[in-house]
């Protein structure tokens, strides 16, 4: 009788609380970690597999992605699932909202999300869960439903759709929201919206430190000033034209407004999403101290920390917030090392060549933002980490274990006994040049084209099943919907 499914022999554990690695072995059984131990015996295991002196990560939690924006959903969530694979994600959190793009369908979230989950299940071969997005007074009280029913324990602000679109000025934001006339998105609706997570929070008190809001934080009247000031001046072209269209300052002044809202209406649960310049981090930095009894959370993309608005390879780096110039990606480096940053994630969003750009090609304000990068989260961030001395414990503690505590998962981000057997094993010695033609996602560009990496995920673990082995994706998919609450 065998002990263990899986036996992972000879690996270099990363721990996010331990500054060492230790090699061990690592014992599987029914999806979860057994055992971890140096010298466990191969004949006490199904089936064994030689980690060669690999660093063994925790499986990253990659809490923002967004399958379905561009695409299908159901293809998003098989192709998307599969590039995550590649990057060492085992669990991806994924941005879901009722409006135009996604589903684009209207209406409430009892009828709406069901057809999400519809979509996506059987089809990913990662773990996944999704945030929910408050559009229209109505899903304000689906909120503790949301929670008990479906098991949503984390809600998101889109600040900027104030008066500005996914890409660029709106002029009719209840079509492009798809919420009833008479309605607007705007700050009292996110102040009411924080009013209904913290009555969440309220009616759920085991559930409340998981219970919490994201913000992306743009002030949309300056965005929409400088975009036209821009477009009429006419000097800049490509990311950085699309830069100073979405100045530093609008996120820095939409940080300090969601930050007094938070305060007015007690709600202490508050992540701040993808702050891309040092005047975002300074306001939150700020705000923080201005407002002790916050919980914020601070999110920056691997995306900013790894390009800027000479570096990325073409307009297929347009993305909100935008990449930005060399100085506010060594201004992130510095606060990631300082310890202000909490978790580091993908902004996954695939976007087709034929979706991304359009007529002319070469003009910033026609094309459409986002891009993926789930392939090289864990890669990207060990490779530039390294060179600026991150250990590694907190590349595990950025990728992975942060992420989960945060958002209630509660069996995710650490290789430790009685977690789910998520881990990815990476050669750290490998050199290798990023091209989008290598992977598994649809998207046939990334802005992170000819980039120099020297770290490569090599085999990637999901409760235990092998789904990509010496860099191929294999098997049929394996993820489950991770519900983090309720029923």
Known sequence: MTTFDLLLRNVRLVRHDRPDTETVDIGVTAGT?????????????????????????????????HWGIYNPLAEDTASESRASAQGGVTTALTYMRTGQYYLNRGGRYEDFFPDVLAASAGRSHIDYGFHLAPMMRE????????????GVTSFKIFMFYGGHGLHGRSA??????????????????FE???????????????????????????????????????????????????????????????????????????????????????????AALRMAEAFPHIDFRREVTIGHLLADITTAHGLGGKVNPPLRPRADVEALWGHLLDGHVDWVVSDHACCKD?????????????????????????????????????????????????PA???????????????????????????????????????????FEGFELTARVTDTFVRGEHV??????????????VPRAGR
């Open 33 to 65: 970690v057994a055992r971890v131990a140096p010298g466990l015996d191969p004949a006490d295991a199904a089936t064994v597999h030689d980690g060669q002196g690999k660093l063994a990560f925790p499986g990253v939690v990659d809490a923002h992605q």
């Open 139 to 150: 899903h304000i009280d689906e909120l503790p439903d949301l929670v008990d029913r479906f």
């Open 172 to 189: 009719d934001q209840n079509s492009f929201l798809m919420i009833p006339e008479g309605e607007r998105y705007d700050y009292a609706h």
């Open 192 to 282: 009411f919206v924080m009013r209904g997570v913290q009555a969440a929070r309220e009616r759920f008190p085991e559930l409340a430190d998981q219970i919490s809001l994201s913000l992306h934080c743009e002030t949309a009247e300056i965005m929409s000033a400088y975009t036209r000031q821009v477009e009429q001046e006419g000097r800049l072209r490509g990311l950085e034209a699309y830069h100073a269209s979405r100045p530093p300052h609008s996120e820095g002044l939409a940080v300090s407004i969601a930050s007094y809202l938070a305060h007015e209406t007690g709600l202490p649960t508050i992540n701040l999403l993808h702050l891309s310049s040092a005047k975002a981090l300074d």
């Open 354 to 402: 034929e979706v991304k750009f359009g007529e002319p090609r070469d003009d910033v304000f026609v094309a459409k933002s986002g891009f993926g990068g789930a392939e090289y989260l864990l890669p990207g961030l060990l490779t530039e980490g390294r060179r600026r001395g991150l250990p590694l414990s907190r590349v595990a503690e950025l990728t992975s274990w942060n």
């Open 405 to 447: 505590r945060r958002f209630g998962l509660a069996g995710k981000g650490a290789v430790a006994e009685g977690y789910d057997a998520d881990l990815c094993l990476v050669d750290d010695d490998h050199t290798w040049t990023v091209r989008a033609a290598d992977s598994e996602s649809t998207q046939e560009y990334t802005p």
């Open 468 to 481: 990509l082995v010496d860099g191929k994706v294999t098997g049929s998919p394996q993820g489950r919907y």
